[in-house]
């Protein structure tokens, strides 16, 4: 088991400062996902964990260890890359062995390790095969099962998944999922840009902006209690709906159609009258008859099988999106009333920090 602790951890490159002051305190055991758009240095923040990049400021330590001038080799991490990197001429069994061999472990302890490795991720009746006869998904298990045989404190994953067609990233994604079950006290990092593997494998999520970390927590709480308007468009697919609105004087809120709303927000009594961002997710929208959020014209509507998303133009800078049953009747052109719970409200002050909905039944009026 091993606890990581990065401080003030920055780097640059020449005058380019990629990485702004990292705090992070990553548990022993936790499978911890590093998101953001690209650009934003988590594949250069997990290098940096793994020793391949240096540290320019703050340390980085493994177990109250700071271990920023300790080589890769000695950290007790495996990293699985985004390309396989297998040795095309050498056999499965051999590919997964080849780490221990250089280190010239005994003959016996190889086997027991790659077998145990080619068990856990379903590779036992492949072992005698070259990697030009596996599929995409085998090949990026077998680099991972690679690293499973070093036995190591942490995993390093970076974006594994990404050269894998749909299908394969499913299927791969839920044999990383059950690995994490099979080993519980190793530490997993793991770099994505894809939510969907962020919200499903993490026991807490990072998210990265311009080499800084906007909030960290579970998957649920980044969905329904965003810090900020960064991290809340985001998270979620399609993203959160935005649009600007004014903040009344008690506490409600009043948009630019007229329609006033009640929040579950508390809103503090020196942002009341001045300007704010209400936020709501596509999936908390519904046609409503009654008093709407949004009134506009269908722009577009599209058809996903069990959801449809529709796209309505309410006069505003982008078109409100609302994820409606796939069975909707809803059709381009026509004219349609949005209306959405007031606890599904997201309110945001001018500086893009979220009003902390503290009193989820009191409604603001």
């Known amino acids: 088991m091993a606890d990581l602790k ?3 951890v920055k780097k640059s490159f020449g005058a380019v400062d990629v990485i702004k002051g990292v705090d992070l305190d990553i548990r022993a055991g936790e499978f911890i996902v590093f998101v953001g758009p690209s650009g934003c240095g988590k594949s250069t923040l997990l290098r940096l964990i793994a020793g391949l990049e240096e540290i320019t400021g703050g340390t980085f330590a493994i177990d109250g260890q700071v271990v ?27 590919n997964m062995a080849f780490g221990l061999t250089l280190a010239k472990s005994d003959k ?24 030009k006869q596996l599929s995409g998904g085998q090949r990026q298990r077998v680099a991972i099962g690679r690293a499973i045989t070093r036995d190591p404190k942490v995993f390093l994953f970076d974006e594994p998944l990404s050269n894998l067609d749909a ?46 970390v906007e909030q960290v ?54 942002a009341r009258g001045g300007k704010a961002t209400l936020g709501v997710r596509p999936e908390d929208l519904t046609l409503s008859n009654g008093a709407p959020l949004f009134s506009g014209t269908v722009e577009l509507v599209e058809k996903l099988g069990e959801v449809t998303l529709v796209y309505v133009d309410v006069g505003g800078k982008e078109p409100i999106v609302a994820k409606l049953d796939g069975e909707s009747p809803v ?16 309110v945001f002050g001018p500086d893009g920090r979220a009003f902390r909905r503290t009193r989820p039944d009191a409604l603001v009026a």
């Open 217 to 270: 927590g579970s998957p649920m709480e980044l969905y329904h209690h965003p810090d900020n308007l960064f991290v809340a468009g985001f998270i979620g697919s399609p993203a959160m709906n935005f649009v600007e609105a004014r903040i009344g004087e008690g506490g409600g809120l009043e948009l630019p159609s007229g329609a006033r709303l009640a929040t579950a927000v508390e809103i503090p009594a020196g």
């Open 108 to 131: 016996g302890e190889i086997d027991r390790r790659v077998r145990r490795a080619a068990e856990m991720l379903q590779l036992t009746q492949y072992l005698d095969r070259l990697p």
């Open 68 to 94: 920023n001038g300790l080589p890769p080799a000695k950290r007790g991490i495996a990293m699985v890359f985004q390309s396989y990197a297998l040795y095309p001429h050498m056999t499965v069994y051999e």
């Open 331 to 346: 059709r381009r052109g026509e004219t349609v009333s949005l209306a959405a719970a007031p606890e599904a409200l997201h």
């Open 6 to 8: 990065l401080t003030k």
């Open 167 to 212: 299908a394969l990233r499913v299927a791969t994604r839920i044999e990383i999922a059950k690995l994490h079950e099979t080993m519980p006290t190793t530490t997993m990092i793991y770099v994505t840009h894809d939510q969907v593997e962020a919200m499903t494998l993490a026991d807490r999520i990072v998210v990265l902006n311009g080499g800084r």
